[in-house]
């Protein structure tokens, strides 16, 4: 599983443009983790969405940065650059997108073989038990992004009285739902995979459905929340 990214700044000068491989551009918008550049990503995506560029094919949005792809048989590179480079020079107060005031509530077992991790975690912050538990289930979650598989929220807001950092030999396997703690973020498997995060419980929610309208159960820019459970019936 993808590790975490750093918080680690540079200075690079904001937004960049900076192309990717022969048909694709990375916007960068920023160096760090942060709510104002993560708005920004979103903003710039409903800007180039709105802008109805003939070539486009995906705009992967992720915490600080998007990634463009095109159709090199529609459009150079030159002249998407240039497209990409006016729109990503508005002003940050025009682009700024208004964040999704939808919470999406995950049931949560914690502990036990639902969270088999939850007492290791307990013990690094030198903490009881049912405090971290009230420590992780106390804020509202923002959504970064989705990435590593599908459906798989990446989210910001984890107090560092509770950021742990992961196991030193991932696990083969982890059951859909598992929710995670992996140094200062917290994130849930959508479906069974290997992963080295620190399990400390697990939602019955499904949060990938390849079947519905919208497959994700999350979306970038919403809110999670964690609510203690006894019980997944």
Do not use: C
């Not at 990634?67 to 700024?96: K, N, Q």
């Not at 208004?98 to 088999?116: C, F, H, I, K, N």
């Not at 975690?121 to 538990?133: F, K, M, R, T, Y």
């Not at 982890?174 to 069974?192: C, D, K, L, M, R």
Request: hydrophobic share 40%; no cysteine; proline share 8%.
């Amino acid at each position: 599983m993808a590790e975490p990214i750093s918080n680690a700044g540079h200075s690079h000068k904001h937004p960049r443009l900076v192309p990717s491989g022969d048909s694709a551009i990375v916007i960068e918008l920023g160096s760090e983790i942060d709510p104002s550049v993560n708005d920004r990503v979103y903003g710039l995506v409903d800007l180039i969405e709105n802008a109805q560029i003939a070539g486009i094919v995906e705009l992967v949005p992720t915490y600080r940065s998007l990634l463009v792809t095109y159709d090199l048989l529609v459009i150079r590179f030159g002249e998407m650059f240039d497209r990409l480079s006016d729109i990503a020079s508005t002003p940050m107060d025009e682009v700024v997108a208004a964040v999704e005031s939808r919470v999406v509530e995950l049931p949560v077992v914690y502990g036990g073989e639902d969270g088999p991790d939850l007492q290791a975690v307990a013990e690094h912050a030198g903490l009881l038990v049912q405090d971290v538990i009230a420590i992780h289930s106390g804020v509202d979650y923002r959504v970064y992004m989705i990435g590593f598989a599908p459906g798989f929220p990446y989210l910001g807001g984890l107090d560092e009285r509770i950021a742990t950092p992961r196991l030193k030999t991932p696990r083969v396997s982890v059951p859909a739902g598992s929710v995670g703690i992996a140094e200062s973020q917290t994130g849930v498997y959508p479906n069974a995979s290997p992963g080295g995060w620190q399990l400390i419980g697990r939602t019955a929610s499904k949060l990938f459905d390849v079947g519905n309208d919208e497959p994700s159960l999350i979306t970038p820019g919403s809110r999670v929340r964690f609510v203690p459970v006894t019980s997944h019936d």
